[in-house]
């Protein structure tokens, strides 16, 4: 094909005749002071509080602070750039970014600018990055579970779409691995995933690019970037604006999840900006509303009602702690605001107990209603017997001696742990999970040695995939263990048992 | 016109918020205080005091603004320099302004009052933008044209701004209403990129599946 530059001149030359400008209305004022990504403008008379506004140069800016005789301006973009004196235009739109399909794989910044590499974002569709959540009458319960393909959460802390599940734990205790492993799992499931990194180094995200990459999840998920070197305003405004992205789905009728990772150094932005524009500090020197800036955006994950389309927000939100410290300003506001929490510890991580979920901590209030039918009725007692087998174990270690009973229980509590175990980035199906937990709860593990369980369990999936695949199918098409189902369950678990002994 | 800023200050340098806030108080309160005293016209003593003698005496205008001379010495030289030449009423501002600690905003008090008594005359201030100086015939027709839009008697502002390639850009208190060929440019450009922008969406859509791939 050959282009043929008079049509296009000629295109261009009727669109510049056709073109009737009109007189642009602006309020305007001017920059008193700049400096640290904030500046204060005088002018402005009629400027709304979060309204965006713009420098000369193109750089948008929004007024985060109303005063008697200035505005104050967080600048959202290189601040280095903007002088004393410059004008400030308002545009008389609140602060929003760019929505859509065509968002899906894209890596973007918290204004929607493509950080890729692959060319602009083709969407004219925006969306306000603060909004209102959902109201009383537009939600429904949370009754649908999210699967999040890890075991030890499905199992004991399962999710809900529409929940908010804090993962809370020291650096370095796999909370990220939890996150991605869930997004990885929503393959195939129609869930639209957002990943917002804040605060994160750069190398991590491209990490977490390249994971999403290889194992295909990058078709639904959309990741928001603000990074440790990105100013602290793209910070603060990563998770609304990751947020808003996954309304727009919510609202179509699709189900969303989000990732906010993490929100402590959300919180640390939020601080700087509010010190900076000389907000009163309060408790840890963060401003008295730092629990409504969380509060008012973990609300926004919803699940919504039928009349609005019945989809969901799911959001994860990632709090590091310190030392393990959870009564910290910013953990204990998190806690109180989210419906649960996934405690992760450095101990358990150590172990080799990974994911290094601490049991006894944590808890998922909406529970029992976000799951299958199939994984209540296995998991129902799982946590009341982990709890009861760690007790046994610290009694176990005193040397006593143990009647023949509790030497049992003892033996297949440490192989309930082995079997909770999973490795990063293999989320397995709920029917896998279902299979794993009751073979190992009713004690068809017993036999195997504790250093083999995990590779006996990997051999018992493929065994039910390749040889009980009619059984899986109904498992995973029911989502109940029916009494014919378990006995489907108890017969393979059977011969597989029977295939071991012959084996060793 | 007494403006704004005096000739020693770059442009871009601007006022403190807060010290313009106070200053129009006092020079609200200034003219208030003149009707009921009688002073006809107030601003007299006021341009008097500040171009006759601050301008022409800077040592006095440094001693009169220092924060080194406590109020009582200033008072004391208000009284030996100032008071017997001016009305009792003049010299009751300077004291209150002294006392205050505000005497260092008296040409913003100036400037502040010379605006307030134009509004109050049915006048203001707008600041004309243009690529090139404004002829006769064309700075009558925007007087003419604000005249009949806003109901007041403007005072144009003029500049030069050659950026602006054609056209003119008005401001009226904080709103600017911009007619200029570089802003129209601007828009032509953006309309050009969403047009092809909708193009390329378009040819992509054509090819997707309509169900998501």
């Known amino acids: 094909m050959k282009f043929k530059a008079d049509e296009i001149a000629s295109v261009i030359q009727k669109e510049i005749e056709d073109f009737r400008g009109q007189i642009q209305t602006a309020e305007v004022g001017r920059v008193i002071e700049v400096g640290d990504g904030i500046a204060r403008c005088t002018g402005l008379s009629n400027v709304m509080s979060g309204e965006m506004l713009e420098f000369p140069g193109g750089t948008r800016g929004f007024a985060f602070n109303l005063e008697e005789n200035s505005v104050g301006v967080v600048i959202l973009g290189n601040y280095l750039k903007i002088a004393e004196g410059d004008e400030v235009r308002s545009t008389g739109k609140l602060l929003s970014v760019p929505v859509g399909e065509a968002l899906l794989g894209r890596m973007v910044d918290p204004l929607g600018n493509p950080l890729d590499g692959k060319g602009p974002v083709l969407t004219s569709e925006t969306r306000p990055v603060e909004w209102l959540a959902a109201g009383v009458a537009e939600r429904q319960p949370v009754k649908e579970p999210l699967q999040t393909g890890i075991k030890a959460i499905d199992a004991m802390t399962p999710v809900g779409r529409g929940q908010r599940e804090l993962i809370i734990g020291d650096r370095k ?29 750069a190398s991590s995200i491209a990490g977490v690019m390249e994971v999403l990459r290889q194992n295909g999840a990058l078709d639904y998920t959309i990741v928001v970037a603000a990074t440790s070197s ?3 305003p793209m910070q603060y405004i990563g998770p609304y604006a990751g947020a808003a992205m996954a309304e727009y789905f919510m609202y179509k009728g699709k189900h969303t999840l989000i990732v906010y990772d993490d929100l402590s150094k959300q919180a640390v932005a939020y601080r700087q900006l509010s010190l900076l524009m000389r907000r009163p500090p309060g408790r840890e020197a963060f401003p008295g509303d730092v629990f409504y800036c969380h509060s008012r955006l973990l609300e926004r994950a919803v699940k919504l009602n039928k009349e609005l389309g019945g989809g969901s927000m799911t959001a994860l939100p990632i709090i590091e702690t310190l030392e393990g410290e959870v009564s910290a300003y910013i953990p204990t506001n998190v806690i109180s605001i989210t419906d649960g929490q996934i405690y992760l510890e450095p101990d358990l991580f150590w172990k080799g107990i990974r994911p ?27 946590r009341l017997d982990l709890a009861a087998f760690r007790e046994l174990e610290a009694f176990a270690q005193l040397g006593t001696e143990l009647d023949k009973d509790t030497q049992a229980q003892l033996d297949r509590g ?5 079997i909770l175990k999973q490795r990063q980035f293999g989320p397995l199906h709920v029917a896998d999970q279902v299979v794993a937990i009751y073979a190992g709860t009713k004690g068809y593990f017993d036999k195997v040695p504790v250093a083999k369980v995990a590779e006996t369990e990997a051999q018992l999936h493929e065994f039910i995939r390749t040889e009980h695949a009619d059984f899986r199918d109904k498992l995973v098409a029911e989502a109940a263990l029916t009494d014919e189902i378990e006995r489907m369950l108890k017969k393979a678990l059977e011969a597989f048992v029977a295939r071991l002994a012959v084996k060793s | 016109m007494s403006e ?3 000739d020693s200050r770059p442009d871009s340098v601007l006022e403190d918020p807060g010290a313009l806030a106070v200053s129009t108080m006092y020079a609200q309160s200034y003219m208030t205080a003149a009707v009921s005293a009688g002073s006809t016209a107030p601003e007299e003593e ?3 005091l500040i171009d006759d003698v601050l301008a022409k005496f800077p040592e006095f205008r440094d001693l009169l603004m220092s924060d080194l001379i406590g109020r009582d010495q200033k008072l004391v030289i208000l009284d030996r320099v100032i008071t017997p030449q001016c009305s009792e009423f003049f010299a009751n501002f300077l004291r209150v302004l002294i006392n205050h600690g505000r005497i260092s905003l008296l040409p913003m008090i100036r400037s502040v009052l010379v605006k307030l008594q134009e509004q109050a005359a049915g006048k203001q201030r707008i600041r004309v933008r243009s690529a090139r100086p404004l002829s006769g015939s064309a700075r ?23 950026s602006l390639l054609g056209g003119v850009v008005l401001q009226v208190g ?7 060929l570089r802003s129209r440019l601007k828009q032509l450009k953006g309309r050009l990129v969403e047009k092809a922008f909708n193009e390329i969406q378009s040819g992509r859509d054509r090819f997707s599946h309509p169900e998501g791939d």
């Not at chain 1, 909370?175 to 492993?181: E, F, G, L």
């Not at chain 2, 904080?174 to 200029?180: A, L, M």
């Open chain 2, 46 to 48: 006021l341009n008097s």
């Open chain 1, 356 to 382: 290094a979920i601490n049991v006894g901590v944590s808890v998922s209030r909406v529970g029992g209603n976000a799951q299958t039918k199939a994984m209540k009725k296995v998991a129902g007692s799982l």
């Open chain 2, 174 to 180: 904080d709103t600017v209403y911009d007619s200029s």
């Open chain 2, 140 to 162: 009558a027709k925007i007087v003419d044209h604000l005249k009949s839009t806003f109901g007041f008697e403007p005072i144009l502002q003029e500049t030069v701004d050659a």
């Open chain 1, 230 to 232: 990105d100013p602290a």
């Open chain 2, 4 to 6: 704004l800023r005096s």
């Open chain 1, 414 to 418: 440490y192989r309930m742990v082995e």
């Open chain 1, 173 to 201: 205790t796999g909370k990220t691995a939890i996150a991605i492993d869930t997004i990885l799992n929503q393959k195939d499931t129609g869930v639209i995933c957002v990943y917002v990194a804040c605060g994160q180094r």
